[in-house]
C-alpha cells in the first residue's frame, strides 16, 4: 500500500499527517527532495532532502524522482529508491505532494495506491486559516485561494475526500480508510482460508 495524500494549501495537510503518522507506526512519511532552501525549525532529511539545483537536475537525467513538479518558486520530487526502501522495510510510504505531481503517481501506480484528497471546510475558513498564519501578505493569500480553487478540480481523480473540518476527527476517518483498504480483497487476492471445489 502507497499512501497519497493532496490537498490546497491550508488544508492542513501538514497537521493531518504528523498526527496519522504518530497514530500508526507502519506508516512513513516519504522525505521529498527540493531545491527549497530549508526554512527555519527544518532539519535537513526530516521535512526535506534539501538540494542545489544542478542535483536536481541530475536526478531528473538519472530518473531517480517517481514524479517531481515545480510548486510556487521551486522544485519538488519523490525518490523512487526512497519508496522502494520502504516498502521493502514493511512500511507504508505517505506521500505529501502537490496535485501536479499527484497526477503522475495516479498514472502510474494501480490498486496499490490510496489516493487522498484533503479539502479545507469551506473557501471561508481557508481564507481565515491562509490569513491567521501571519506569515503571508494579502496579494500570497489571494493566490493561494485561487491555486485552491484551481487545484480541488483535481478532486475527482483521487478515491477518498476526506474534510479536514475537525483534526481528530479527519484523522479517524483516514485511518478507517486504511483499515478498509487492508481487507480489500482484489489486494490481498489469495482468500485467507481456502474453499473446497464443490465443481
Ligand atoms: P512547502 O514548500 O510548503 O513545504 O510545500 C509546498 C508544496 O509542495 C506542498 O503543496 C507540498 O505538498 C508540495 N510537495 C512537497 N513535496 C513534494 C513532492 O515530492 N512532489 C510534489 N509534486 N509536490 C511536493
Known amino acids: 500500500m502507497i499512501v497519497l495524500i493532496t490537498g ?26 527540493t531545491t ?3 526554512r527555519s525549525g527544518e532539519a535537513e532529511g526530516r521535512e526535506y532532502d534539501f538540494v542545489d539545483e544542478a542535483t536536481f537536475d541530475r536526478l531528473i537525467a ?4 517517481v ?3 515545480q510548486v510556487h518558486d521551486n522544485r519538488y520530487g519523490t525518490r523512487r529508491s526512497l519508496l522502494e526502501e520502504m516498502v521493502a522495510a ?14 503522475q503517481v495516479l498514472d502510474q501506480f494501480g490498486p496499490e495506491l490510496v489516493s487522498v ?31 485552491a ?3 480541488v478540480g483535481y478532486a475527482p481523480r483521487y478515491r477518498y475526500w476526506i474534510v ?10 483516514m485511518r478507517a480508510v486504511i483499515t478498509a483498504e487492508e481487507c480489500r480483497a482484489d489486494i490481498l487476492d489469495t482468500p485467507p482460508l481456502e474453499s473446497d471445489d464443490l465443481g
Not at 538519472?62 to 524522482?65: L, N
Not at 505532494?97 to 499527484?102: H, K, R
Open 36 to 38: 527549497r532552501p530549508m
Open 149 to 151: 480553487r484551481r487545484e
Open 90 to 103: 514493511g512500511k507504508i510510504p505517505v506521500l505529501d505532494i502537490d496535485v501536479q505531481g499527484g497526477v
Open 8 to 33: 490546497p494549501s491550508g488544508a492542513g495537510k501538514s497537521s493531518f499527517i504528523a498526527e496519522l503518522m504518530v497514530a500508526d507506526p507502519r506508516l512513513a512519511f516519504s522525505v521529498s527532495t
Open 164 to 173: 479536514n473540518d475537525d483534526l481528530a476527527a479527519a484523522v479517524a476517518r
Open 117 to 147: 484528497f484533503l479539502f479545507p471546510p469551506s473557501w471561508e475558513e481557508l481564507d481565515r486559516r491562509l490569513t491567521s498564519r501571519g506569515t503571508d501578505d494579502t496579494e500570497v493569500i489571494a493566490t493561494r485561494l485561487r491555486n
Open 62 to 65: 538519472e530518473s531517480a524522482f
Open 67 to 69: 514524479e517531481w513538479a
